[in-house]
């Protein structure tokens, strides 16, 4: 059960696309397609924004995409927004009704 | 609306115990696996502890099994998690969480605020 390996940084400018890595391995990101993002503005909890590695749950903005290949899940946060700025997490499911989740990965909008 | 309100935690001595309360509406509890995920101060998520909907089977993270007892009460639409023999390292806040199906869906889909259990002397 270890974590997912996630940058603690990303940065960009207004406007930009920034993308962060979320890396696992052949027992997690690897073989199940289990995987969901959350954001987290701080003081506040966790908000799903990508589940099933690529879909969108009702509300979330078309701006953010989620992609895997291999054992590395990514996020990508296209036109950036300050309220963007905040901390994203990956996580995904690791069998035997196991779940694993990333450190997490602090956007600034810069 | 999805709504999760946690309660029950609080400041407790090394080797105490706490119960660690989720009061859930706006859903049919008994059809969704339900999560503990719990948050270090400035660390990342961790899954603490999973119960399925109907049948109400526990799963544990490696941390904290034989220490937590998750268990749920579908008829009071709650779920609870038993702590004992704490330690410093489990300091977090905890989350309640809702899963997208019985045995887990695809995943989490909602997080409630959280409940801060503090384990110091």
């Known amino acids: 059960q270890s974590a997912l390996t996630q940058p603690p940084s990303a940065s960009g400018s207004p406007g930009q696309s920034v993308t962060i890595s979320c890396t696992g391995t052949?027992?997690?990101?690897?073989?199940?397609?289990?995987v969901s993002w959350y954001q987290q503005h701080p003081g506040k909890a966790p908000k799903l924004m990508i589940y099933?590695?690529?879909k969108w749950p009702s509300g979330v903005p078309d701006r953010f995409s989620g992609s895997k290949s291999g054992n590395t899940a990514s996020l990508t946060v296209s036109g950036l927004q300050a309220e963007d700025e905040a901390d994203y997490y990956c996580?995904?499911?690791?069998?035997?009704?196991?779940?694993?989740f990333g450190g997490g990965t602090k956007l600034t909008v810069l | 609306e999805v709504q999760l309100l946690e309660s029950g935690g609080g400041l407790v001595q090394p080797g105490g115990s706490l119960r660690l309360s989720c009061a859930a509406s706006?859903?049919?509890?008994?059809?969704?696996?339900m999560s503990w995920v719990r948050q270090a101060p400035g660390k990342g998520l961790e899954w603490v502890s999973s119960?399925?909907?109907?049948?109400?089977?526990?799963f544990y993270a490696d941390s904290v099994k034989g220490r937590f007892t998750v268990s749920r009460d579908n008829s009071k639409n709650t779920l609870y998690m038993q702590m004992i023999s704490l330690r410093a390292e489990d300091t977090a806040l905890y989350y309640c969480?809702?899963?997208?199906?019985?045995?887990w869906g695809w995943g989490v889909d909602y997080l409630g605020q959280g409940t801060l259990v503090t384990v110091s002397s």
């Open positions: 052949s027992s997690d990101i690897g073989t199940y397609n289990y």
């Open positions: 119960i399925s909907g109907s049948h109400s089977r526990a």
């Open positions: 099933e590695v690529s």
């Open positions: 706006g859903f049919t509890f008994s059809n969704y696996g």
């Open positions: 969480a809702k899963f997208s199906g019985d045995y």
């Open positions: 996580s995904s499911y690791a069998g035997s009704s196991t779940w694993v």
